[in-house]
């Protein structure tokens, strides 16, 4: 792996706005080399808006967002799934090999190291023998795992997921935090948006729980300590009135958090304002 | 009369139906993957909307050049990109959408074009222009629809992988900085070149016919894209080839005959194709039931 070296991002006084209203609101803090931080927050807090800031498809509105450190792989990034037309005719080890895409860009040829790569991270992923599938045959989590794959072919420095466990089963949604966790190990940036404050203490050693500002940024167990999980579902509040999906849906974790708005949207839908 | 009459006679005796054959398979070849493409990325009507917008650029290059090919052809592509880079800014700086934009400004074009060819033409030259003419087929216009079709295939062979790409995970290129806004725009062009190629012999308001139907029509028959790609162009140039016969025989506009014919294979995949039609659908789920 070339990229093991984590690539950091740095935000200075960050603000982000999405179809005209603000979003991200002064943000400042270090996504540092080799970290692995999940991002939380209610819904509408910006957290989407924040990745496609670092990805680079959103300008901010003021402030600085400075990657330092990423070399030839880039950023990889995982969006929600709503953008992704999943009855198209493409195949499992064709959607793999689209990770390859900084090496074979418009019209370079598709080696079979590069082919070979692929096969190896859809091993890696558990879909071993999948290769020739037609991807609108998957299930939901056997779809991730491919998208995964896909991710691991990029090999990159900085690796960024919108929802990556949105949708998917319990099983999957293990495996997959598994291979969230072997990405730290070899040393690369990791940031995850997630909803499930369990998954987020379990592997996550850093935490930014955000509301349109940073409510804390810090080691997990401190980034959400109750006070700051109050704060930011009063900070909610001043925005749950817009109209947006912000509608309820029972969360599993909410027992123990009382007084914290419940963040998980329905799977699969996009977050309106974020 | 035998069947070989019937079939073949028409193109051995005349050299104008040869040339309208020549014409069809040239244009099958570039309609079925830019179809195929439309259909799968849902901008069917898109494509129905630049075929519209095409009106008024040829009709502004009939008034000023009469009925020559050079100046019809240059005004539809001029007016066609006009009105996909016209749609697509609005899009991009109003909420409305795509479909929205790109409807309102084929409706506008579409008056406009009607309305110069019936004040400075006759009726005839209109229907000429709405419906196409076998007959119109020259050397030249077989040269124009040829180079059309070379150069259709060749840029997709250029920008297939990202297209692709734009079309299945937009979101993916855009990460990647594989500049989808530049794919988008390059098969725009393609598609309105197409139509102005096939708006000689189908004229513009049926020169769509020939892209979407046999696109909409494979996807019941086939799944991989390539696939996809090669039964459409197949059902294009049998559309053609029967749609010029009956032109022929009965006397009817080539353009309406042409699309008929390849609405009546849509009607039949819809119906009876092996995958997704209604056949399968409906008839084979009640045999493991039974």
Redesign the interface.
Known sequence: MSGSSGGAIVLRNVTLAYDGHPAVHRLSGEFSRGSLTAIVGPNGAGKSTLMKGM???LRPTDGLIQPDGLGGG??A?L?QHA???RR???SVIQ?VL?GH??R????RRVTRELCEAAQRALAAVGLAGFERR?IGTLSAGQFQRVLFARLIVQDAALILLDEPLAAVDWRTSEDLLRLIASWHREGRTVAAVLHDLDQVRAYFPDTLLLARECVAWGPTREALMPQNLRRARDLSETWSGEGENHRSAPGPWRAGLAGYPDPLPASGEREGSA | MTLYDLAFGPFAEFGFMRRALAGCLALALGCGPIGTFLVIRRMSLMGDALSHAVLPGAALGFILGGLSLPAMSLGGVGAGLVVALLSGLVTRLTPLREDASFAAFYLISLALGVLLVSTHGSNVDLLHLLFGSILAIDNAALVLIGAVASMSLLSLAVIYRPLVVECFDPGFLRAVGGRGGLVHTVFLALVVLNLVAGFQALGTLMAVGLMMLPAAAARFWVHELWMLSAASSALAFASGFLGLLLSYHLDLPSGPSIVLVAGLAYFASVLCGSRDSLRTLYLQRRQPAA
């Not at chain 1, 074979?104 to 019209?107: C, K, R, S």
């Open positions: 990805v680079g498809v880039g950023i990034y969006p953008e992704i037309e198209f005719p493409i959607t689209l895409w900084r074979i860009g418009w019209t037609p």
